[in-house]
C-alpha cells in the first residue's frame, strides 16, 4: 500500500522480513551517528589526497575523466546522498565495508517503510531516521545552488522496479523543496549536436539531472564525451566516482 512493490523479486522470495529487527540502545545509535559523520570525512579527505598525488590510475580513471573529477571537485558540485554498509564486531567497534556514493539504493524502504513498520508495531519507541528530513534539507540546498527557475531532471532504468521506485521517492522529495522535477528514461535522452545539449522527448534541453545510474558505466556510453561539455550540474556528482570505487579502501 506505500509503494514497496518489488518485495516479491527477490531470490529467496522474501524481500521484507518481519519476523525479526534490530534493536539498538541510544548511545549505540549516537556511536552509529558519530563513525558515520567521521566517515564521510575521511573520505573527502582522501579525494583530496588522490587529487594531490595523481592516484587516478590506481582506480583505472583516464587522464580525460580524471581532469573532469578534478574540475568537479573544485567547482564544489552538490552531492545528494551515499549510503555506508558498517559491521558491529563483537567488541561492539564498527567497521566500514564500503560506501556505495554513486547509486545507493535501499533509501524508500529504509526511510518510508521502515518508519511506518516501526509505528505500527511498537508506537512507543523511538528510531534514528532522519533520512526523509535530512533528504529534503539537502534538496533545499541543491535547489539554491541551481540557476533560478531551473528543471532538474531525474533519470533511471524503466526495467528495475528498485531503481524506478528510488528515483520517484527522490522527485517527490524534490518537489517538496520547491524544485521543477520531471522524469526521463535513461534511454529515452538525446543528444541535439546543433545545440550541444542532451535534450528530453519534447527537446528540451536538460542542463540539471540527477542520475540512478553509476558513472562507471555512464562514461563508456556512445555520447559519454558530450556528458562534460553540455551538462551543467550531474547528480551525483562526477566526484562520487572515486569514492563508489573499492580502490577507496586501502587509500582511507
Known sequence: ELGLTYFDG????????E??????????????????????K???????????????????????????IKRSWEMDSPTLYGR????????????????NADTPVALFEASIIQWDWLKSKFPQ????????????????YIKNRLPLYSKLYF?????????????FYLISLAAQSGIDADFIVIDDIGFDSSRNSFTDLHENKIDHIFKLYPWEWLVEEEFSQHA??????????VWKMLLSNKAILPIL
Not at 563483537?90 to 564500503?98: A, F, I, L, T, W
Not at 533519470?155 to 528515483?167: A, C, F, H, K, Q
Open 19 to 40: 519476523s525479526a529487527y534490530y534493536e539498538f540502545t541510544s548511545n549505540e545509535i549516537d556511536r552509529i551517528y558519530d563513525a558515520t559523520q567521521s566517515l564521510f
Open 84 to 99: 555506508f554498509d558498517l559491521t558491529i564486531g563483537s567488541d561492539g567497534n564498527y567497521k566500514m565495508m564500503e560506501f
Open 155 to 167: 533519470t533511471s532504468v524503466d526495467d528495475t522496479p528498485e531503481d524506478l521506485i528510488t528515483t
Open 10 to 17: 527477490s531470490t529467496d522470495g522474501i524481500y521484507w522480513n
Open 125 to 140: 519507541l523511538e528510531q534514528y531516521n532522519s533520512i526523509h528530513e535530512t533528504l529534503l534539507e539537502q534538496f533545499s
Open 42 to 68: 575521511l573520505c573527502l579527505e582522501a579525494i583530496q589526497k588522490i587529487i594531490d598525488n595523481n592516484w587516478f590510475s590506481k582506480f583505472d580513471i583516464n587522464d580525460d575523466i580524471a581532469a573532469q
Open 228 to 237: 562534460f561539455t553540455s551538462m551543467t550540474t550531474w547528480i551525483e556528482p
